[in-house]
């Protein structure tokens, strides 16, 4: 093994917050290091996962470092020791982590130690039989809108002078309002949806599919909704990138609000959202899975199949979809407001 890559690939930690090959890997050899650096820039493929399992990681690795913990002496009871803090509260001198955070940390930490016993750094593995707190849940908290209120939304984006008659849109507006219904209409994840390239909006005989990018590195693809076809054409006439296959559909746009070639931040969907949801009178706490949730409930209400759901929203499995069915939340309320007092 070449020592320059060992030195040179932990650069590519920076973005994930290290600051080099944590100290109680790098004092167990130059393979260690070189197998935490591999774990995560070749082995992690998903950007948002390499992201919370480094944050995950860099915790545990420097509260090993704070005890005098060596990588090799590790075993289940110090790992244990470790989760049960992470789920205790902050006044209590823990961590103060939600449960699904407690189990996210634990499956970092366990598949880090699992890549450096196949790479024979270790002989077994301190965190597998580490179990974390019960978590289950039957219903989802994202936030979700009725159909009124998504087409209230979406009519919103769209400007008008003092007589409320329509005005010629900013294209921004028309980014805005395809961006959102291509997420209500196609249930679609917003990391799956920013990522999408002009290329990705692609012909199928009369009718126009979205390609998305799921996770795992599969493609899903789903027929365009007249509504989210008519937005989305809308905007890219008026951005003039139909030729541009290669180049994100969703770009940034600068202070002139003129189009840029950087594909839009999930981060900034998020503000741009918000800012859209307040403006036309919905929660402020309405966000980009909220679009995912409401176009899955409102196909439900109208007769669709969760399988048929399950296969648009590229779920593994249909418990997953089942999470974002809020069709009972109307029916809780109406036997709620039956108490009068």
């Not at 915790?59 to 470092?65: A, K, P």
């Not at 005098?68 to 992470?86: K, M, Q």
């Not at 209409?185 to 005989?205: C, L, N, P, T, W």
Request: with cysteine.
């Amino acid at each position: 093994m070449s020592n320059a890559l060992v030195v040179a690939n932990p650069d590519e930690l920076g973005s994930l917050g290290f600051a080099g090959v944590p100290a109680i890997i790098s004092a167990a050899g130059a393979r260690a290091s070189f197998r935490f650096v591999e774990f995560f820039t070749a082995n992690i493929r998903n950007p948002n996962t390499r992201v919370s399992y480094g944050r995950a990681v860099r915790e545990f690795c420097q509260w090993c470092e704070d005890h005098g913990f060596h990588l090799e002496a590790l075993n289940p009871v110090i790992v244990a020791g470790y989760i049960e803090l992470l789920g205790q509260p902050v006044e209590k001198n823990g961590r103060g982590y939600s449960k699904p955070s407690v189990k996210q940390h634990l499956a970092a930490i366990r598949m880090l130690f699992d890549y450096l016993v196949t790479g024979g750094v270790l002989r077994m593995n301190p965190a597998s039989s580490v179990r974390g707190p019960k978590y289950s849940i039957k219903r989802g908290k994202t936030p979700v809108l009725t159909a009124a209120e998504a087409r209230q939304l979406l009519d919103s984006i769209m400007p008008k002078d003092k007589n409320g008659d329509p005005v010629k849109p900013r294209l921004v507006d028309l980014r805005d309002r395809a961006l959102i219904a291509v997420m209500v209409f196609s249930f679609a994840r917003i990391s799956a949806a920013v990522s999408m390239k002009v290329e990705d909006y692609v012909q199928a005989g009369k009718r126009w599919k979205f390609r998305f990018m799921e996770k795992g590195g599969k493609y899903n693809e789903v027929f365009a909704h007249h509504s989210a076809e008519e937005y989305l054409d809308a905007y890219m006439e008026a951005a003039g990138i139909w030729n541009e296959k290669k180049s994100p559909l969703f770009r940034t746009l600068d202070r002139k609000l003129t189009l840029s070639e950087r594909q839009l931040h999930r981060t900034d969907a998020l503000r741009m959202v918000k800012r859209r949801a307040v403006a036309a009178g919905l929660s402020a706490s309405t966000c980009n899975h909220t679009f995912r949730a409401t176009g899955i409930t409102t196909y439900l209400k109208n007769g669709g199949k969760v399988e048929v759901a399950q296969q648009i929203a590229g779920h593994e499995s249909a418990r997953t979809t089942g999470l974002y069915d809020r069709r009972d939340d109307e029916v809780s309320l109406d036997e709620v407001e039956k108490i009068i007092i």
